[in-house]
């Protein structure tokens, strides 16, 4: 569980969090979603220790999270962020296993742990071997994922793990990921600029515009009982589909 | 570190030799070898340490006991080095001396007074035989060596003495001033007595038709105590007193400056002549010379690399995790590069006197800035995502620094090592102007007799080892360098 209380964030004199309370859920996938500048990949590296906040409390795991203990902290918190931040001079196999390494695991239980999540994440063990250079953008994200998840920690942090995909590898990884989330109850935050990613994700979506949350709920909520206007425009931007577009006829339904 | 070069230092001053230094011309450095020769001649164990450089370098390294004895003139201590106490004489002058506890020989023999001369075509064009004649061609270009620029009785005196209103005056190293007027680049320079220049027939001697320029007898200067620590080699260096007249010295500096014999030899040849004594002037064949200036230029730019990495690694990690700590560190090695290579070398003459301790010491110094900075900025430019993947993942700043940061940067920090230790190569030449050896003391020599052969044997071997230092790190830049950091990023 993550608990966040009354948490602010000033960039050079911006409200880039503004005062926010949430309670992120055990065992289940929440998507942090809104606008560019809205404050959601603030927010969740704020959790992860990587920003500190001006304001407010931060608790991960019952501890309250401080520069102190952050290190610690971050063992118990798997994180993903946009272009995978894999260590370029690392193979992916090196870049899976330096944590377990630095926290002294046998060899018989690193192989064993990766053997598991080569399967998790279908990536072919013949390609662990390769720099993060070598691999496609797909492959490198979820090398991040198997990273992140090398150590079986409780809580997996993703901030638009899937930005920087072409559309088909994009919705590849969807299915997987919604598959692993699925898989692992683990508890979840992944954030995206896209409703439709939020809602296939996160049974629980919280919507952020400059700094402040606007409306938290399952994804009908969104639609059926939007908190205000800004709340529909952007459900109405999100599910915005193809077959709203005007096609020749015998096109390519 | 520094320790250790002391160390080093106190080492190299080796108690029971008798050490004998010289300036950088010609004539000093056969005057020298002669010393030397009769010294060795007694039997004691002689350390020669030739070219040192100019004048205030040689009388501070005998003042502080780096040497013990070197050839001197008389006008060059009464006028120059002990001006301010305005000797009238001789007499006085080894008085003076005393007091610093120094001796000073009587007068070898021959003078080197100052002149000055011209090309004698242009002279003869222009109507002029005297000193006094320049009086009346004043956009004549003066090339004048800095100590006549800088004595007493030197520059200054003339022009007043003789109402000089020369509007083009520089002031040059003696040989290249020489060259310069020879190729008409200058019209006039100054000469000494007995510089081979002399016996040119393209050169006129301008009359001294005032006779402002003082006597300047050649003596030998030692250190007193040297008397109780070495009394058989003072006598026997003391055999010298009257015994080189003008024309020896003048033929001397005319075979040594035409390449026909080295100044070691025209020394042996002159003390065998004079004294009977056999010096046999060790010959190096040209492999041996090359090894032992290879060696001494490696131990020139290997301890002073190794202690450079040593210190400027740290320092680059610190200026790149305190910003403000950084830009003291970057100004200060800055400021460190722009003091000139020379000065730089002499201020560390009085702190760790002369040989290899002062050479390190200096590149050291100038080796810092090339690879703090190249270590500050490989850290500072690592992209913030991998930066934040580092620190999310849970690694400790050590950890980080060891793992991430270090092997992120080493392709910049490698090429900060390699600046450094071309730089190095090159700089370390400058190490033979005060007695360190290398490949710097083949050039040096060979600009001073105008022996370009002898250049080139400095300048190719230097050239050589600038060209593998850079195929070395080039190598190393393979080996250190992790292979995913030289791959392109695909799709």
Redesign the interface.
């Known amino acids: 569980m993550i608990r966040l209380e009354h948490v602010s964030k000033c960039f050079g004199g911006a409200r880039v969090v503004d005062d926010v309370t949430l309670t992120i859920e055990p065992a289940r996938a929440t998507a942090l979603i809104g606008p560019s500048g809205s404050g959601k990949s603030t927010l969740l ?1 704020m959790i ?3 920003t500190t906040p001006d304001d407010g409390e931060i608790e991960v795991a019952r501890h309250l999270l401080t520069p102190l203990s952050a ?2 902290l ?2 118990l ?1 798997g ?1 993903v ?3 995978g ?7 992916a196999r090196r870049n899976i296993e ?2 377990a390494r ?1 926290t002294g695991w046998p060899a018989e239980r690193r192989a064993a742990r990766l053997e598991e999540l080569l399967q998790l994440t279908r990536f072919p063990a013949e390609a662990l071997e390769r ?7 797909g492959q490198r994200q979820r090398v991040a994922l198997m ?1 992140a998840l090398m150590l079986d920690p409780e809580i997996l942090l993703m901030d638009e793990p899937l930005g920087a995909l072409d559309p088909l590898i994009r919705a590849d990884l969807q299915d997987d990921l919604a598959a692993i989330f699925a898989r692992l109850r683990k508890t979840v935050v992944i954030v995206t600029h896209d409703l439709a990613e939020a809602g296939f994700f996160a049974e629980r979506i919280v919507l952020m515009n400059r700094g402040r949350i606007v409306q938290q709920g399952r994804f009908a909520d969104f639609v059926e009982r939007p908190a205000e206007e800004f709340v529909t425009r952007f459900v109405r931007a999100g599910v915005r589909r193809l077959s709203d577009l005007p096609l020749p006829p015998g096109g390519a339904r | 570190m520094l320790l250790a070069l002391l160390l080093l230092g106190a080492c190299a001053r080796e108690g029971d030799a008798v050490r004998i230094g010289s300036k950088t011309f010609t004539e000093s450095v056969i005057l020298s070898n002669i010393v030397a020769d009769l010294a060795a001649a007694s039997g004691a164990r002689v350390i020669r340490r030739p070219a040192l450089g100019g004048t205030r370098l040689v009388w501070n390294a005998l003042l502080s006991g780096e040497i013990d004895a070197y050839p001197e003139y008389t006008g060059t201590l009464r006028q120059e080095i002990l001006a301010e106490l305005r000797l009238a004489n001789d007499r006085q002058l080894a008085d003076a001396l005393g007091e610093l506890g120094l001796r000073m020989s009587l007068p070898l023999g021959f003078g080197n007074g100052y002149a000055l001369g011209m090309r004698r075509d242009k002279a003869e064009a222009l109507g002029v035989r005297d000193i006094s004649d320049l009086a009346r061609h004043p956009s004549l270009v003066f090339g004048l060596s800095e100590e006549l620029l800088a004595r007493a009785d030197g520059w200054p005196a003339l022009r007043a003495a003789y109402g000089l209103a020369a509007e083009d005056v520089r002031g040059l190293d003696h040989d290249i001033a020489y060259k310069g007027l020879i190729e008409g680049a200058i019209d006039v320079v100054d000469l000494y007595a007995t510089d081979p220049q002399i016996a040119d027939r393209r050169i006129l001697v301008l009359i001294d038709d005032r006779k402002l320029f003082a006597e300047n007898r050649a003596v030998l200067l030692y250190r007193a105590d040297l008397e109780q620590r070495a009394p058989r080699a003072v006598m026997s260096m003391l055999r010298l007193e009257g015994r080189i007249d003008a024309p020896a010295m003048i033929a001397m500096n005319v075979a040594v400056r035409t390449g026909l014999r080295t100044e070691r030899e025209a020394a042996a040849n002159f003390v065998a002549a004079q004294f009977g004594v056999e010096a046999p002037a060790p010959s190096q064949s040209l492999v041996e010379r090359l090894w032992r200036r290879t060696r001494e230029h490696l131990f020139l730019v290997g301890v002073s690399l190794a202690a450079a990495i040593l210190v400027a690694v740290p320092l680059g990690v610190a200026a790149a995790k305190r910003p403000r700590l950084g830009h003291a560190i970057l100004g200060l090695a800055s400021v460190l590069q722009t003091i000139p290579s020379l000065a730089l070398l002499v201020f560390m003459i009085p702190l760790l006197g002369i040989g290899a301790p002062p050479a390190i010491v200096a590149l050291f110094l100038y080796s810092l800035l090339p690879i703090v900075r190249n270590v500050a900025t490989g850290l500072t430019t690592i992209p913030r ?2 930066e ?9 700043p050590w ?1 980080r620094l060891l ?2 940061e270090l ?2 940067a ?1 392709p910049a920090i490698l090429a900060g090592l390699k600046t450094a230790a071309v730089i190095n190569v090159g700089t370390a030449t400058l190490g033979a102007l005060i007695g360190a050896g290398g490949y710097g003391q083949a050039i040096f020599t060979g600009v001073r007799l105008d022996n370009f052969a002898l250049i080139l044997e400095g300048a190719i071997p230097a050239a050589l080892m600038a060209l593998a230092v850079q195929g070395l790190f080039d190598l190393a830049e393979s080996w250190i360098v ?4 030289r ?5």
């Open positions: 590296s992860v220790g990587l290190e610690k971050r063992r918190m994180y962020i946009q272009e931040g894999l260590f370029p001079h690392l193979t330096l944590m630095e720099f993060p250079a070598e691999l496609s953008g990273r | 995502a991998i934040n993947s580092a620190i999310a993942i849970g690694l400790s950890r793992l991430v092997p992120m080493s992790p292979r995913g950091l791959l392109k990023a695909s799709g």
